[in-house]
T-cell receptor, first 118, second 111 residues
Framework: GAGVSQSPSNKVTEKGKDVELRCDPISGHTALYWYRQSLGQGLEFLIY????????KSGLPSDRFSAERTGGSVSTLTIQRTQQEDSAVYLCASSLADFSGSRGDTQYFGPGTRLTVL | RKEVEQDPGPFNVPEGATVAFNCTYSNSASQSFFWYRQDCRKEPKLLMS???SGNEDGRFTAQLNRASQYISLLIRDSKLSDSATYLCVVTPYNQGGKLIFGQGTELSVKP
């Protein structure tokens, strides 16, 4: 079946511009996560959506970052007034949110959006 | 101190070697534990979950020591295709499936 898809795959923008990154999770997955991976910082959690619950925004680095998930499916991560330090690969993941077993819940990652802020 | 710390690497080993990766985590209430694999410029993929009883999947063996807050991954008879970055990952207790990643250890298997 189809995996997690993200668009665009690459985005180059000028400092100060707004950008929107899109994530299409695996059909039927109720949980959706955004992470980013930058040199020197590794992979870091940004935000988590689970069903109709309020999202966990604890990883968003500043108020320039926001995300929404419409209809429990597609999600958009928006970065306003981009800065050079926002340059990174932004990864989306989805899962069934099955935390009942000892195996934990498997997250499936999309290919990411590589953002470059000039 | 980072929540999840790993050997920095890189590890350069010949084919057929056995290589061990170590990882420690700081939050004693961490709930689930994983090793992910990430190939160059690709997304991370789950390699295996890690249990206190230890688990094995072919040439890969993972171990968790909750008392020491220590996780390990052993790769036996390493192959060229094992070359990748190995990420130690934990989930905090009662925070959904939020993943906390270590910095990763790069492995390069040479002929």
């Amino acid at each position: 079946g189809a995996g997690v898809s993200q668009s665009p795959s690459n985005k180059v923008t000028e400092k100060g511009k707004d950008v929107e990154l899109r994530c299409d999770p695996i059909s039927g997955h109720t949980a959706l996560y955004w992470y980013r991976q930058s040199l020197g910082q590794g992979l870091e959690f940004l935000i988590y959506f689970q069903g109709n619950s309020a999202p966990d925004k604890s990883g968003l680095p500043s108020d320039r970052f926001s995300a929404e998930r419409t209809g429990g499916s597609v999600s958009t991560l928006t970065i306003q007034r981009t800065q050079q330090e926002d340059s990174a690969v932004y990864l989306c993941a989805s899962s069934l949110a099955d935390f009942s077993g000892s195996r934990g819940d498997t997250q499936y990652f999309g290919p990411g959006t590589r953002l470059t802020v000039l | 101190r980072k929540e999840v710390e790993q050997d920095p690497g890189p590890f350069n080993v010949p084919e057929g070697a056995t290589v061990a990766f170590n990882c420690t985590y700081s939050n004693s209430a961490s709930q689930s534990f994983f090793w992910y694999r990430q190939d160059c410029r690709k997304e991370p993929k789950l390699l295996m979950s890690v249990y206190s009883s230890g688990n094995e999947d072919g040439r890969f063996t993972a171990q968790l020591n909750r008392a020491s807050q220590y996780i390990s991954l052993l790769i036996r008879d390493s192959k060229l295709s094992d070359s990748a970055t190995y990420l130690c990952v934990v989930t905090p207790y009662n925070q959904g499936g939020k993943l906390i990643f270590g910095q990763g250890t790069e492995l390069s298997v040479k002929p």
